[in-house]
């Protein structure tokens, strides 16, 4: 047996395959032979079945190619590998949330805005916590990005530019002083709200909007919250299209 094993895989994600010949090294030196695989992904099922299950891993042994593939479910965390032989563990299988392990209440601390989400502070919005599905919070995700986002609730501080139209909160006193002594009829002081937010934030707000809009087209999710979950994606796009 290879030094530990260690296989990462994320909720909801891509399998992971094992060749026949990373497989066989899961087990001590010669106490595999390749010409009966299915016997020995049967004692390995039967040591270690119990853990995938915990992280509702699912498994697939594809004969013709001799490969072993681990799909992920709906769980996240940490589950050990046994060997058949003697039971010593050599390695781990860690399943991560799609959206890292951070909160995505980090990611809207990031900007400076007024108002706090309607999802509880140490709730972690739209990954599935170990029990439920993808997009259960969705609508609850999509409204705190929706919140975030509006222009009012975003908490950018004012600032003064000249422009050649009356447009924002005009600064009549400095135009009175400024610039229609001088016949600069058209040159107005007005304080504007900047409303760019940094570009890592966007980033992330478009990436979780994005795996927002794929989850919400399964057949699964049921109707009155695909419609809502349309309506608030479609929102925040505009949103993040203007920043």
Known sequence: ?????????????????????????????????????????RKWLKINNTYLDKLNITY?????????SLI?????????????????VYGSIE??????WINLYEIFDLIDWKYQPTFLKNEEPILSNGVFPKWIKAIDTLEAINQALNLYMKGMNNKQVIINEPKGIINWYDYSIKSL????????????????????VHRQFKGIVSLIHGDIFHSKV?????????ELVTKAEKKLEKT
């Open 1 to 41: 047996m290879k030094g530990k094993v260690k296989i990462t895989l994320t909720e909801f994600g891509d399998e992971k395959t094992i060749p026949l010949e990373e497989f066989k090294d899961w087990f001590p030196s010669g106490r595999f032979d390749k010409r009966y695989p299915d016997e020995y992904l």
């Open 60 to 68: 697939r042994w594809d004969e013709e190619k001799k490969s072993l």
């Open 72 to 88: 992920p479910g709906n769980k996240i965390g940490l589950v050990p590998l046994k060997n058949p032989y003697g039971r010593n």
């Open 95 to 100: 399943v991560k949330p799609r959206l890292g």
């Open 181 to 200: 002594p001088y016949g600069k009829y058209n040159e107005f002081y007005s304080f504007i709200t900047d409303y760019s937010i940094d570009l890592e």
């Open 222 to 230: 049921p109707l009155k919250i695909k419609n809502k979950a349309k």
